[in-house]
């Protein structure tokens, strides 16, 4: 079984449309998280859930809008796309949330914008 | 062989040859590190952590060294294998979250 679970793997669009990208988590964990992985390899945290809360917001457009249905789950919708947004797009979570612990991350989504 | 720094340098070594992958952390509140692995195509895999009150921790095959006083943190692998060959990416928390390094790819030359 799949810990952390994202979909879909590949995601193309055209610019302007409205995507969203899924993720579910069978660990337990309380907290989930998505990082955008640029083209350089860099990883940089967007946002951050807490049984269904919001913890960590950065500086993210706000054509970005993360969804926690339950703590299970964090979804991520994207209004209007733009070239730029293209990357690819992890979820992860951890037990608690607390600074000192691991991530467990998901596969991936990788967006391209045309 | 070894590699320094935040950009994304690539470190060649033979199969068989110790690897020792160098990150520089950026903020002395940190107290807690982690390394992770990512393969092509793969999310980041932990490899192994460690707390600030610690200089060294040790894994199967790999080893985590970390100087407080320079805020360096490295990654030994021992006797690195095909399989070994990634991205590694060291992480540190100033914040909620982890904070990541730009990595280091490694290539293992059989």
């Known amino acids: 079984d799949t810990a952390v679970s994202q979909t879909p793997k590949y995601l193309v669009t055209q610019m302007g449309n409205d995507k969203s990208i899924k993720c579910e988590q069978n660990?337990?964990?309380?907290?989930m998280y998505w990082y955008k992985q640029d083209s350089k390899k860099f990883l940089k945290i967007m946002f951050s859930?807490?049984?269904?809360?919001?913890?960590i917001n950065e500086t993210v457009p706000n054509r970005f809008s993360p969804k926690s249905p339950d703590k299970a789950h964090l979804n991520l919708h994207i209004n209007s796309l733009e070239l730029g947004d293209s990357a690819v797009y992890f979820c992860?979570?951890?037990?608690?949330?607390?600074?000192?612990?691991?991530?467990?991350f998901g596969s991936g989504t990788q967006l391209s914008v045309l | 062989g070894e590699s320094v720094g935040l950009h994304l340098p690539t470190l060649s070594v033979q199969e068989g040859d110790n690897s020792i992958i160098n990150c520089a952390y950026s903020?002395?509140?940190?107290?807690?590190f982690i390394w992770y692995k990512q393969e092509s195509g793969k999310g980041p895999q932990f490899i192994i952590d460690?707390?600030?009150?610690?200089d060294k921790r040790q894994g199967q095959r790999v080893t985590v060294l970390l100087n407080k006083t320079v805020k360096h943190l490295s990654l030994q692998i021992a006797a690195t294998q095909p399989g070994d060959s990634a991205v590694y990416f060291c992480?540190?928390?100033?914040?909620?979250?982890?904070?990541f390094g730009s990595g280091t790819r490694l290539q293992v030359q059989p």
């Open positions: 992860a979570s951890s037990q608690e949330g607390a600074a000192n612990e691991k991530l467990f």
């Open positions: 660990l337990g964990h309380d907290t």
């Open positions: 859930y807490n049984n269904k809360e919001l913890i």
């Open positions: 903020n002395s509140a940190s107290d807690y």
């Open positions: 460690i707390r600030s009150n610690m």
């Open positions: 992480a540190e928390n100033p914040r909620r979250a982890l904070t």
